[in-house]
């Protein structure tokens, strides 16, 4: 199994950016699809961006109403173990708790929490207007 660490979250204003780590430990990083979700409060959780597990296919929330592509950058290095989240252009409504998860090589493109086996704590970011 791995176990997943996420860090880099905090308060920040509306039209700033921070970056999200999830430092992976335990069985190859590598051999893990990963992705972010994330967590309003009285909300559900739900999915923002996916990467596969060479870093060579991406995919992005992209509801009308709450889409983060062009926003935000999934990306991973796999010699560090590390997922990353950047995150520009933030708005008050991406404030939530984001957490990371490893996800079956067989799940391709994963968005669905259920099609994730490992997640981490979660970072909390709070954007402010």
């Known amino acids: 199994q791995v176990q997943l660490v996420e860090s880099g979250g905090g308060l920040v204003q509306a039209g700033g950016s921070l970056r999200l780590s999830c430092a992976a430990s335990g069985r190859s990083f590598s051999g893990y699809n990963m992705g972010w979700f994330r967590q309003a409060p009285g909300k559900e959780r739900e999915f923002v961006a996916a990467i596969s597990w060479n870093g060579g296919r991406t995919y992005y929330r992209t509801d009308y109403a709450d889409s983060v592509k062009g926003r935000f950058t999934i990306s991973r290095d796999n010699a560090k173990n590390t997922l990353y ?14 957490y990371c998860a490893a996800a079956s090589l067989l ?23």
């Open 85 to 98: 989240l950047r995150m520009n252009s933030l708005k008050p409504e991406d404030t939530a708790i984001y």
């Open 107 to 129: 799940r391709i493109g994963p968005t669905r929490e259920d099609e994730y086996d490992y997640w981490g704590q979660g970072t909390q970011v709070t954007v402010s207007s």
